[in-house]
């Protein structure tokens, strides 16, 4: 049994991601205490946002707010679409030199006139929380320990913890993620693999999906489609770790109203899973969540300081 499945709440095979996430909170924030306590430094996470998609503008509010109840220094740099490529690059730039820059990231989408590859190559390394520069991706390809993307982070920790609290182990679980993203398809894989999974990526040119989903002891859903995984995909007894979130409207007594839901359609599938996250609330808190986790790594491999435990 983990430490982190003494703080996790189950309503029965239901993933608590949000309750999870908010005892990994206040753990950092502890460990932002101690910081500060010791060291009289306080962790700095920069956010870059470029233009103003709505969805963009909501996630960048809440990562700053909880940036800030962790007790860390939050900073935001908002700027016009029309901001050109180099302009953001230069600022990239000056945020990789400021000594009180400790996490840099540059919040994606980016406007169509920029290349998103080009400006998280830009990034140091080092101050890349997000994990996805060339450099950290590797690291977490060859096994060396590097900042590991806050998705694929924060859906380990809850497959992980989902795991030891059945008294089981993923070594040798089979393990199907559907979706090969950069961002969560890819790492992830990479992080079963290095928990002795046997992996197996799906994309949108895999045949016979739904059976290779029925082989699966561990399933991902990073797809970004409504409710794709069907019930009958899931095999009995698997875990069922769901990425995707999807707006759709719904239809009730009092009109059309939005909904989140996940790539898996999740009433279809809980019977049968042992354990799967639910969409809101499951793997999506953990995603802010790993954030300040790797701000606080970043943090202390920057100043040399030993990186808390569980961090
Ligand atoms: P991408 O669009 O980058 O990747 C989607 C992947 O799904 C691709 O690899 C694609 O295959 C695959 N795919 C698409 N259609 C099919 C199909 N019919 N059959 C099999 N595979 C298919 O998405 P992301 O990885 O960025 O995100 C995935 C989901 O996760 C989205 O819903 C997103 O909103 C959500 N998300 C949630 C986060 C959170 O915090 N919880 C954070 C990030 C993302 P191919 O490569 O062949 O095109």
């Known amino acids: 049994m983990t430490a982190f499945h003494q703080v996790t709440a189950r309503r029965g095979n239901i993933i608590d991601g949000a309750g999870y996430a908010k005892a990994l909170r206040d753990r950092l924030a502890a460990h932002v205490a101690n910081l500060k ?9 920069t956010v870059v946002i470029v233009g103003e998609d709505p969805a963009s503008q909501v996630y960048v509010k809440s990562k700053g707010e909880m940036t800030q109840a962790i007790g ?7 700027l016009p679409d029309t901001t050109s490529e180099d302009e953001l690059l230069k600022i990239v730039d000056d945020l990789n030199r400021d000594p009180v820059v400790n996490g840099i990231l540059v919040q994606l ?15 140091n390394p080092d101050k890349d929380v997000d994990g996805f520069h060339v450099i950290n991706a590797g690291k977490l390809a060859v096994g060396l320990d590097g900042i590991v993307p806050c998705t694929p982070l924060g859906s380990l920790m809850l497959l992980k913890d989902a795991v030891a609290a059945h008294g089981d182990t993923l070594a040798g679980k089979s393990a199907v993620i559907v979706g090969r993203s950069n961002i969560v398809g ?16 799906a994309h949108s040119k895999t045949k016979n999906l739904a059976e290779v989903c029925q082989g699966a002891d561990i399933l991902v859903a990073a797809v970004g489609r409504p409710k794709f995984i069907a019930g009958d995909w899931v095999k009995d007894g698997a875990y069922v770790i769901d990425v995707g979130i999807n707006r759709i409207e719904v239809a009730t007594p009092e009109g059309p109203k939005g909904k989140l839901v996940g790539d898996v359609d999740f009433d279809g599938a809980k019977d049968r899973a042992l354990a799967i996250t639910p969409v809101p609330k499951g793997v999506g808190p953990m995603t802010i969540a790993c954030l300040l986790n790797n701000t606080i790594k970043a943090f202390c491999l920057q100043n040399k300081l030993p990186v808390p435990e569980g961090v």
């Open 37 to 45: 306590a010791a060291h009289g430094l306080t962790p700095c996470l």
């Open 72 to 78: 860390m220094e939050s900073r935001t740099i908002r």
């Open 109 to 123: 989408p980016l406007p169509k006139h920029m290349s998103s590859l080009k400006v998280i190559d830009a990034i």
């Open 186 to 201: 890819k790492p992830m894989a990479q992080l079963l693999l290095n928990q002795d999974c046997t992996v197996t990526i």
